[in-house]
């Protein structure tokens, strides 16, 4: 039992570190945070489906602080909280649906939507154009890198899932 709890917790480290290496791939940059990467959420949503949620939203906040210490975008100690470790650590939601990938995925991402949503409404509202609803600031500006990552998300488990079939079957 030891040993098993103890193979979590490093596969979790790898996991992190992972998406931490690949985080630095970005292939779009939004001007006050957020980017579009290489696919730098699915080390942790494959953690979260491997391991349950509790395990997955444990590695996110992880990861998220990670995040928090090497690219901050800080404004007020409460976005910091909705920015970092919530955002990430709810990607671990994606662990309530092992029998489906991809819904959890999904479900991993739009939880860090909404909490990325939230922190815009509240924090980023004065960024937003003049005259513009600052709901839709914020669901747009979140929403122009997360759905993309999103898509990225998809394809690689698709690839992912894919070999890891093709191996079970020889």
Avoid: W
């Amino acid at each position: 039992m030891q040993n098993k709890k103890l193979i979590i917790v490093l596969e979790g480290a790898i996991m992190i570190a992972i998406s931490l290496i690949l985080s630095f791939v970005k292939i779009f940059q939004a001007p006050y945070g957020g980017s579009i990467t290489l696919g730098s959420m699915v080390p942790i949503i494959l953690y979260s489906l491997r391991n349950g949620p509790f395990a997955g939203i444990v590695a996110g906040i992880a990861y998220g602080l990670l995040q928090l210490i090497i690219e901050p975008y800080i404004v007020h100690p409460v976005q910091v909280i909705l920015d970092y470790p919530l955002a990430f650590g709810l990607l671990g939601l994606s662990g309530f649906f092992k029998n489906n990938v991809f819904l959890g995925a999904f479900l991993g991402i739009f939880g860090r939507f909404v909490s990325h949503f939230l922190s815009g409404v509240v924090f980023f509202a004065s960024y937003a154009p003049k005259g513009m609803n600052v709901f839709l600031y914020s669901a747009l500006y979140n929403g122009s890198y997360l759905l993309p990552e999103l898509i990225i998300t998809f394809v690689v488990l698709r690839f992912v899932l894919y070999n890891r079939f093709l191996k079970q079957k020889d």
